[in-house]
C-alpha cells in the first residue's frame, strides 16, 4: 500500500464501526493554548477528552499533521521526523481499551496483512498507585500476541498534572529472521500504535482520582507505518519522500545523515510556512527560522554557494499538495529565500564582530549576551563561528543546537 491507501483503509475502517471523522486541524493549535504547534492527534481534541461534548459524537477518527521540537536532535534516525502526520482514534467515554486493541489487532492483520507473528505488546504491569492493566493483558493473551509488562513505560501523561492512565502500545518485528526478545530489550521492535485508556487525572498535589468519563486516546504515526508496511529501512524511504530523494541529491550531494537533516527541515519549513507562519525571533517564526538555518548550515560545510534558489517549486508543490494546504508554492520559496539572505547577512555581520580584538579571547556571559543584545547574534551562532575555521580566515558554520 502507498500512503494514501494507507489512509483510507484506516479511516473507513473506523467509519465501518462508528466512527466519525474530524478534519485535521494546522500546526497551529486553537487560540489561548500555550504550546507553539500541535505535537499529536489528541491535542486538538483536549477540551472533549476532558468532558465537553464533541459535536460529531463519542466515536472518533482523524489524520493529523503535527510537529515535535523535542525530536530535532533525533532527526536524521530512521524513525523520527519533526513535522509528521499522526492517525487516530477515540472512544469519549464509549467503549473501553480492550475493544480499541482488538480492532487495533484486526486492522493490522486483516486490514494491512501485517503477519501477526511479528507483533508483540506492551502494558501497564502496575505501580503504587494503579494496578496492573490485566483488561489488556487478558486480550493479548487471547489474541496470542506476546506480552511484556512494564511500569512507568505504559503509564501516559499530558504533563505533571491532567488527564493520565496506563497504555499498551503495539510493535512491529524489523529485524533479520524470527522475532526474538522484547520491545525493552531490543531496538529492532518498532512501536507503531499506542492505546491509552484515559482513567485518571493527576491534581497539582501529585495525587489521583478517578476521571467523570473513561475515554480512549490512539495514535500511531503514519510515515512510520508506511515505512514498515513498504519494507523501506527507514521514514525517509517511504513513498511520500520519493520526490525529495530524487531531486535533492542531483542538486546537493550529501552523506545520508546530511540528506535525511536537509529534507526533514526544509519539508517541515514549507508545510510551517504553508500553514502561515513567517520567520520571526520568537515563538513560532523561531522554530521556523532554526529550522531553515540549521539545513543550511549543513548544506554549506560542504559548499557555501549553495542556495535554496536550487529547490524545485514543483517539490514545494507536492509538499503543500500532500499536507492539503492553500498556499502558494512560489510564496512559499520566497520566504525561504528571504530567510537564507537574512542568514547570510547574519554570518558575515558575525564574523566582522567577532574579529575585533575584545572578542578573541574566551567569551564569558556577559559577552555573549552583548552580542545578541547588540549584534542579533545568538549563542549558538557565536560557538559556531569561532570553533570552525575555513580557507581565508574566516569562520564557516558548524551545525550545533
Do not use: K
Not at 483503509?9 to 497551529?28: A, I, N, Q
Not at 502526520?85 to 487495533?104: H, K, N, Q, R, V
Not at 485518571?200 to 508506511?226: A, C, F, K, M, Q
Amino acid at each position: 500500500m502507498d500512503t494514501e491507501q494507507i489512509v483510507r483503509t484506516f479511516v473507513e475502517y473506523y467509519e465501518e464501526r462508528g466512527h466519525h471523522r474530524v478534519t485535521g486541524s494546522t500546526l497551529l493549535p486553537p487560540p489561548g493554548d500555550t504550546v507553539l504547534f500541535t505535537t499529536s492527534g489528541m491535542h486538538p481534541l483536549t477540551p472533549y477528552l476532558e468532558g465537553r461534548p464533541h459535536p460529531l459524537g463519542r466515536r472518533l477518527v482523524n489524520v493529523q499533521r503535527c510537529l515535535r521540537t523535542t525530536d530535532l536532535d533525533e532527526v536524521g534516525d530512521s524513525t523520527h521526523l519533526t513535522v509528521f502526520e499522526m492517525l487516530g482514534t477515540w472512544s469519549l467515554g464509549d467503549y473501553e481499551g480492550s475493544l480499541s486493541l482488538d480492532w487495533a489487532h484486526r486492522f493490522l492483520v486483516e486490514g494491512l496483512g501485517v503477519d501477526p507473528g511479528l507483533l508483540h505488546a506492551t502494558v501497564y504491569g502496575g505501580g503504587d498507585e494503579v494496578g496492573p492493566d490485566t483488561d489488556s493483558l487478558r486480550l493479548w493473551e487471547e489474541r496470542g500476541v506476546p506480552v511484556e509488562l512494564t511500569g512507568a513505560d505504559n503509564w501516559w501523561s499530558n504533563g505533571p498534572a491532567g488527564p493520565c492512565g496506563p497504555d499498551s502500545e503495539i510493535f512491529l518485528w524489523t529485524g533479520d529472521g524470527p522475532p526474538r526478545s522484547t520491545p525493552a530489550r531490543d531496538d529492532r521492535w518498532v512501536e507503531v500504535w499506542n492505546h491509552v485508556m484515559m482513567r485518571h487525572r493527576r491534581l497539582d498535589d501529585g495525587s489521583l482520582v478517578p476521571l467523570p468519563r473513561r475515554n480512549i486516546d490512539t495514535g500511531l504515526g503514519l510515515e512510520r507505518l508506511s515505512s514498515l508496511l513498504q519494507g523501506r529501512p527507514s521514514v525517509f524511504e517511504c513513498d511520500v519522500f520519493d520526490p525529495w530523494r530524487r531531486l535533492v541529491p542531483p542538486l546537493w550531494p550529501l552523506d545520508e545523515p546530511s540528506l535525511r537533516l536537509v529534507v526533514d527541515h526544509l519539508r517541515s519549513a514549507v508545510v510551517v510556512i504553508g500553514d502561515g507562519v513567517r520567520p520571526a525571533s520568537t515563538g513560532r517564526g523561531y522554530v521556523l527560522r532554526r529550522l531553515v538555518r540549521r539545513a543550511l548550515t549543513v548544506l554549506w560545510r560542504d559548499d557555501p554557494a549553495r542556495g535554496l534558489g536550487d529547490l524545485p517549486r514543483d517539490l514545494v508543490a507536492h509538499t503543500l499538495d500532500h499536507f492539503r494546504q492553500e498556499e502558494d508554492a512560489e510564496a512559499v520559496r520566497r520566504t525561504l529565500l528571504d530567510e537564507e539572505r537574512r542568514f547570510r547577512g547574519l554570518l558575515e555581520r558575525g564574523r566582522g564582530v567577532l574579529s575585533r580584538p575584545r572578542f578573541r579571547g574566551p567569551l564569558g556571559e556577559d559577552d555573549l549576551r552583548y552580542l545578541h543584545d547588540t549584534h542579533g547574534l545568538p549563542r549558538d551562532l557565536v560557538t559556531s563561528l569561532r570553533e570552525e575555521p575555513v580557507p581565508g580566515g574566516h569562520n564557516r558554520p558548524r551545525e550545533r543546537d
